[in-house]
């Protein structure tokens, strides 16, 4: 079956043509490095690192970071790009292993690092030499940021952790972790700050690797942090505010999280297509089914629908517009259509959509986090209502 993305993108007004040279080199990578190896990491639960090493090389880890370190000064439809071809790839993983290291975890340090931060960590972050964690969720602190429990307290030339962290990703085989602790006096719920935490620091340790219903190729942990002391100059940003910074990156991971899923749902049709074009049933195949194929033609009208609104508020955000109403429908909207789309394909797929050895089987299963991580979609229905007025 013809692939209409590439021509999407060329056609688009948003896109230029440094836009169609990442995704076909995205593509070509995932076509060469991923999908011949991604079932193997599925079973042992990570993607190593030297395959993201040469995603660094290919300059994949700093689309949009400043050229001193490396970086090309892309911009946020860029990473709609990126996210895309990740999800296209039919490995949830191994695309949110990239995608957190590329848009949610680092992006910490790129806005709000100091100068001698950044060039401590940036460029080995670009390269893939480091790869980074954002340790924000606890086991009773998810969407709700004002919940958490862990403390942060300075001491002299440090300061000292404690708590724990939860639904990590790259939490287990990551490098470079920014830790989102209270700081404030009791009472005063958004007195939040980031610290840098580097893998080894004493008193930092993985609690346990995470078994998950999906993404099995993502390393995901819980962390502990027992009077964990790092020095003071790792405070990252502002003292007390980096429940704003929290905030802020929100935006963009969800921006990315809802172009992911998209490239996930875009694989799906295609993969239920070249299944029911060619499934011989009754007679004919079953694409000869009206009931089939209007079901298909449906899930694709609402994701080239979905598709369109994401590359708009792509396009108003790299402008620096106000955009956090549409993240909002974004986030809800894409988490809750690639579900959608997951079902019907596999459906469509009969018994052999529910066998492990078949991609939409496991594609099924990636896609449920994407209506609770990054934000669950009645989350982003309140943010959406709150605005509506």
């Known amino acids: 079956m013809a692939d209409t993305s590439d021509r999407a993108t060329q056609d688009s007004p948003y896109f230029q043509p440094e836009h169609e040279m990442l995704r076909q080199t995205v593509r070509r990578f995932v076509e060469t490095h991923v999908i011949p190896h991604a079932d193997a990491w599925e079973?042992?639960?990570?993607?190593?690192?030297?395959?993201?090493?040469?995603?660094?090389?290919?300059?994949?880890?700093?689309?949009?970071?400043?050229?001193?370190y490396g970086g090309s000064e892309l911009d946020t439809l860029a990473t709609v790009v990126l996210a895309e071809e990740l999800g296209r790839s039919g490995?949830?993983?191994?695309?949110?292993?990239?995608?957190?290291?590329?848009?949610?975890?680092?992006?910490?340090?790129?806005?709000?690092g100091t100068s001698s931060q950044k060039a401590k960590y940036m460029?080995?972050?670009?390269?893939?030499?480091?790869?980074?964690?954002?340790?924000?969720?606890?086991?009773?602190?998810?969407?709700?940021?004002?919940?958490?429990?862990?403390?942060?307290?300075?001491?002299?030339?440090?300061?000292?952790?404690?708590?724990?962290k939860m639904f990590i990703t790259n939490g287990v085989h990551g490098d470079i972790y920014f830790v989102a602790a209270k700081t404030g006096e009791p009472g005063r719920n958004r007195d939040i700050s980031m610290f840098i935490v580097e893998k080894g620091t004493p008193g930092f340790r993985v609690a346990r690797p995470l078994k998950k219903h999906g993404w099995l190729s993502s390393d995901t942990a819980e962390l502990a942090f027992e009077d964990c002391r790092i020095p003071a100059e790792n405070l990252l940003g502002e003292e007390n505010r980096g429940f704003y910074a929290l905030a802020g990156n929100l935006q963009n991971e969800r921006i990315v999280l809802g172009a992911q899923a998209m490239g996930e749902a875009d694989r799906a049709i295609e993969l239920a297509l070249d299944w029911v074009q060619n499934r011989k049933a009754f007679g004919g195949t079953l694409w000869d089914k009206q009931a089939i194929r209007h079901k298909l033609a449906l899930r694709a009208s609402e994701v080239a629908a979905t598709k369109a609104l994401i590359h708009e508020?792509?396009?108003?955000?790299?402008?620096?517009?106000?955009?956090?109403?549409?993240?909002?429908?974004?986030?809800?909207?894409?988490?809750?259509?690639?579900?959608?789309?997951?079902?019907?394909?596999?459906?469509?797929?009969?018994?052999?959509?529910f066998i492990r050895e078949t991609a939409i089987e496991r594609m099924a299963r990636d896609a449920r986090v994407q209506s609770i991580g990054g934000g669950a979609t009645e989350v982003m229905l309140e943010e959406v209502a709150k605005r509506m007025g």
């Open 313 to 353: 508020v792509a396009w108003r955000d790299a402008r620096g517009q106000q955009v956090v109403k549409q993240v909002s429908m974004v986030k809800a909207l894409a988490g809750t259509l690639v579900n959608q789309v997951m079902y019907d394909c596999l459906q469509v797929h009969g018994g052999m959509g």
């Open 43 to 68: 079973e042992t639960g990570f993607v190593p690192r030297e395959v993201l090493r040469e995603m660094g090389k290919l300059g994949l880890f700093g689309i949009r970071y400043d050229s001193a």
């Open 123 to 164: 460029p080995e972050i670009i390269a893939g030499t480091k790869i980074t964690a954002v340790a924000m969720t606890e086991a009773d602190a998810g969407s709700d940021l004002a919940g958490m429990r862990t403390t942060a307290r300075r001491d002299g030339n440090a300061w000292v952790l404690n708590g724990s």
């Open 91 to 112: 490995y949830g993983g191994f695309a949110v292993t990239v995608l957190v290291h590329t848009d949610m975890a680092s992006p910490h340090l790129a806005r709000s």
